[in-house]
C-alpha cells in the first residue's frame, strides 16, 4: 500500500533562513507526488506537483521540491522564509485510482 | 477563480443524528472527493465519486455514510446517525486533470 512519511511534525526556521521539509513515500510504481499547505482554519491548497517529466518542480509562493526516485524522497526547500510562510505543510501521494494518502503533516513555525 | 465551496463552516450535532455536509465542487470537474480530518491527525480519504456513483471508498466509509449529487452542482455527505468518533473537518474536493482542489472544511462537532 502506498504510504507518505513526513519527518518533523514541528519545523521552526528564522525569517530569512532555508526552509526544508522533508516527505518520503513508498510505492511500487511511480507516483504522482503533491505538496499541500494548510493556513489555519482554511482548507488545503496546493503548492506543487509531480507527475512526469522533470524532477524539480516549482510552486508557488518560492517553494520547490525535487523528486528522488532513488531515495523515494520528494522534500520540499525554500530558500528564504518568511513570515507568512507559518502553516501546515501536507506531502501526499497519488497511485492508484485518484485518492490521496497524505502524510501527518508538518507544522512551520518562522520566528522573527 | 473558480474554487470548491462548502456549508456549513461549523456544525454541532447530538450523536444519533443525522448530518448532510454539502459541498458545491468546481463546476467543469467530474471527479468530487470526501476526506476528512480527524484533529490531530492525517487528513484521510472517505470516498470518490464519478459519473453518478461512487469509484472508491475506504474502510471508514462504512455504511453509515452516503453521498449524493443531487442536481448538476452540488455534493453532499450524509452521516445517518453520527457518533462522536464522527467529529473532524471534513473536506470536499474536486478534480481535474491530477490537481485536487479542496474546499474550506466543514467541522463537525457530534456532543
Known amino acids: 500500500a502506498q504510504s507518505v512519511t513526513q519527518l518533523g511534525s514541528h519545523v521552526s526556521v528564522s525569517e530569512g533562513a532555508l526552509v526544508l521539509l522533508r516527505c518520503n513515500y513508498s510505492?511500487?510504481?511511480?507516483?504522482?507526488l503533491f505538496w499541500y499547505v494548510q493556513y489555519p482554519n482554511q482548507g488545503l491548497q496546493l503548492l506543487l506537483k509531480y507527475t512526469t517529466g522533470a524532477t524539480l518542480v516549482k510552486g508557488i509562493n518560492g517553494f520547490e521540491a525535487e523528486f528522488k526516485k532513488s531515495e523515494t524522497s520528494f522534500h520540499l526547500t525554500k530558500p528564504s522564509a518568511h513570515m507568512s510562510d507559518a502553516a501546515e505543510y501536507f506531502c501526499a501521494v497519488r497511485q492508484y485510482g485518484n485518492k490521496l494518502v497524505f502524510g501527518a503533516g508538518t507544522i512551520l513555525r518562522v520566528k522573527s | 477563480e473558480p474554487e470548491v465551496t462548502q456549508t456549513p463552516s461549523h456544525q454541532v450535532t447530538q450523536m444519533g443524528q443525522e448530518v448532510i455536509l454539502r459541498c458545491v465542487p468546481i463546476?467543469?470537474?467530474?471527479?468530487f472527493y470526501w476526506y476528512r480530518q480527524i484533529l490531530g491527525q492525517k487528513v484521510e480519504f472517505l470516498v470518490s465519486f464519478y459519473n453518478n456513483e461512487i469509484s472508491e471508498k475506504s474502510e471508514i466509509f462504512d455504511d453509515q455514510f452516503s453521498v449524493e449529487r443531487p442536481d448538476g452542482s452540488n455534493f453532499t455527505l450524509k452521516i445517518r446517525s453520527t457518533k462522536l468518533e464522527d467529529s473532524a473537518m471534513y473536506f470536499c474536493a474536486s478534480q481535474t486533470h491530477n490537481e485536487q482542489f479542496f474546499g474550506p472544511g466543514t467541522r463537525l462537532t457530534v456532543l
Open positions: 510505492s511500487s510504481v511511480p507516483p504522482y
Open positions: 463546476s467543469n470537474h467530474l471527479y
